[in-house]
Each structure stands twice: as structure tokens, then as C-alpha cells.
């Protein structure tokens, strides 16, 4: 399969998955592809954090690692990546842009290659999942994740292919980052490994997780319900 094979599967799923006839998923893509709308789910994070953790050297060495995981995952895409491949978003693309559903005259900057939105968001979600260990808790992460990803090709902004390098990227990023967490975290933590249905492996307790999914499940309520009473 040559390059340009690869390119025209690229666009044949973007026109499948582009955008539709309902002014509903328009409004639920534009609200759930925004970082604002999951600023509770961040916040809720760190609590998770906190509340789990016995020192705060322990919190500040996992805050800095998923600092050091979201610059990793976005450098590379925004900084380095998207500028030397150019590879125009189809918002942009000269011969598809007057093709694409475009919503709320969304169309960002003008290179979409990788997506810092899947490589960002999987990056977290998979850090995350490494330090919890939970299957619940797993599930909500990744599901974030690929919602963001599903708004980025709906809302036209990405090309599928994008998002698949974006995942793969995130997924590095993720593992690069847990593993200097592991490293640092033997100086400053014993190990231990709890044994309870009420803690996870690693220590994370279940009453806390879903407070995780709780406000999770209560994002996407808000998101819905915009959709349906806020107009484009």
C-alpha cells in the first residue's frame, strides 16, 4: 500500500465520520472538544492525587510527571511535528476545505499532523491508568480520551490518520512518563502493595475513583444538556 493509498483511505473515513445533518452532536462535539469543559475532570485528578498519596513529595513528583507527560506529548506535535511535515487540517486543505462540515466556523491552525488532542489526552489517561490500576477507573480515562478524539474528526479539524499517529504518540508519552515516575518514586515512597476491596493495587482508594466517575458522568450530562438548549 503506497502513500497515497493511504492518503485517500484517510479522506474516504473523514467523509464518513465529518459532521452530519444533526444540529444536536454539532453543539455536543463543540462542547466536549473544548479543554474547558473538562477542567472538573482535572481538578478531580489531583484531588485524586492528594487524597491518595501519604507525602507531598509523593504528589509533587506525580504532578511533575504529568506536567513532564503533557510537554512531551505537545512539543513534539505542536512545536516540532506539525511544522516540519505541513500537513494542512482538512479545514485548510485546498482541495477538500469547501467539502468539509465545518461547525461554528471552527477551523484552528493550519497543519493538523499528528493531533495534539489524542496524543494529549491518551498521554494523561494512560499515565493515569499505569498509577491507579483500576479497570472502572481505565475505562473512564480512555473513554475521555476518545471522545476528544472522535470531536477532533466529527468537527473536521482532523484527518483519522492523525488521530491514530496522535494515540500512538500519546501512548509513548504516557509509558515514557510513568516510568520516570516508577524511577524518582523509589526514593521517595516505601513499596508497598495494598491488599483490600476497598484500595487498588498501588494504593488508590475505590470511594475515590468514583468521585473520578461521578464527575465524569456529570461532564458529559452538562454536555448533553447544552447541546439539546443552546443553539449554534
Partial sequence: MDLQTLIDLDRMMLSKLNGSSSLFLDQLCVTLTSPFTWIPLYLVLLYLVIRNNESISRVM??????????????????????????????????????TIDVVNNIRETKYGFFSAHASNTFSIALFFCLLVKNRMFTLIMVSWSLINCYTRVYLGVHYPFDILVGLCWGAIAGSVSYLLFHFFDKHVSSDVHYISTQYTSTGYSLRDIYVVVLVFSLILAYATIRAVVTPL
Avoid at 513534539?76 to 511535515?85: G, L, R, S
Avoid at 505541513?86 to 482541495?95: E, I, M, N, S, V
Fill in 61 to 98: 513528583l506525580i504532578v511533575c510527571c504529568t506536567i513532564f507527560c503533557i510537554l512531551l506529548s505537545d512539543i513534539v506535535a505542536d512545536v516540532i511535528v506539525k511544522p516540519m511535515v505541513g500537513r494542512w487540517r482538512p479545514t485548510h486543505d485546498p482541495l477538500i476545505k469547501d
